[in-house]
């Protein structure tokens, strides 16, 4: 049996079962913290000497200094060479879906003239350049290449530094040929928080950046939050999480496989279901149990559902809304029968799944929208990773004689009001007498 909690709205003690049900705490300990602080201080201090140093220890390889850590461009194109040919579509396919939806958010420069001649506006300017984290070794994740470049390079980014760690020297094919395709400028075979560190800080061959984006290890997020301030980071992120709200009109079978695409994760990870309908409950239920055996991740996704998962059961569609919205998941599935009509109660999500026939799997990889969205419930007030997290916003103000004399009378008289004299004689200055 899968051991999935199962919680109802009208019982007793739901508010403090369901806070008790989402609380997820890092584990990123003192330990962790000390060992990060001395790795990023060795890489501040020591530069390109201290990151080979650390990416031999960590990663049990003997390279001789960093030109031996560094991909070239014709490695990237190689790779997407070597690669299957469906695979090798399918990443490009995906790449234009993404390239495609994340053109429509980039923003341009805006003005506009007053009618005494003064301008006001906003210069939108892309960051000089971006570091992309990518996870490494066995594990291959080309879907996470392909969105968080590829919203940089449309933003306009001139220039993106990729750092992978390579494990024993496992280079991954689909990461770098997704690089390739995602338009990533240079790539080195680094990782944990000794990368970070490269790019937050600058080494004799890592360039300083002025962002990190991308996900990876505890050390990895607490190298990130550790070097925030001196580079602008995407976000912290908790476990995947998907929380799906159903009518009891989709076949459980794939509401069950929908909540296991979040758990192979791993144990941390979050699988949710609401829906007013108990029996609709109890044949999900079953699902778990008869489809679990045939995934290779079992262990994971058994260990996950059974210590984070929940099946609840609501009064009504109403109240799944209202649980939905404290929720604030990552992932949001409205599998009913009429999405649309759902959309204006859902005020917190990362990403809304709609319609029975939308697997949350397709945000993944393919649909376009991006994947890096805000978790652990941060959705109440983050977005998803967009263009407009590679770009800045300067505004602009160009004042007329007339202009300059009219708001100077204002500005003066609320500097006096708060005692800055210099700040007021400087307005008045331009005051037309």
Known sequence: MSGIRRLSTAQAGFDAALADLLSWESVSDDRVHSVVREIIDAVRTRGDAAVVEYTNRFDHMHAAGMAELELDGDRLQAALG?????????IESAAERVRSYHARQKDDTWTYTEADGTLLGQKITPLDRVGLYVPGGKAAYPSSVLMN????????????????PTPAGEVNDLVLAAAAVAGVDRVFTI????????LAYGTESVPKVDKIVGPGNIYVATAKREVFGQVGIDMIAGPSEILVVTDGGTDPDWIAMDLFSQAEHDEDAQSILLCPDA??????????????????????????IAGRGALIHVRDMDEACE???????????LSVEDPQAMLPKIRHAGAIFMGRYTAEALGDYCAGPNHVLPTSGTARFSSPLGVYDFQKRSSLIFCSPDGASELGKIASELAHGEGLTAHARSAEYRIKP
């Open 323 to 333: 649980v939905a919205n404290r929720i604030a998941p990552e992932h949001l599935e």
């Open 82 to 90: 070597r690669i299957p040919a469906a695979r090798r579509a399918a």
């Open 279 to 304: 029996a609709y409950l109890d044949k999900v239920a079953a699902s778990i149990d008869t489809l679990m055996a045939q995934m290779p991740r079992a262990d994971i996704i058994r260990a996950s």
């Open 191 to 198: 990782g944990g928080a000794q990368a970070v560190a490269a």
């Open 149 to 164: 470049a590829i919203p940089a390079k449309v933003a306009g980014v001139p220039e993106l530094i990729m750092v992978v």
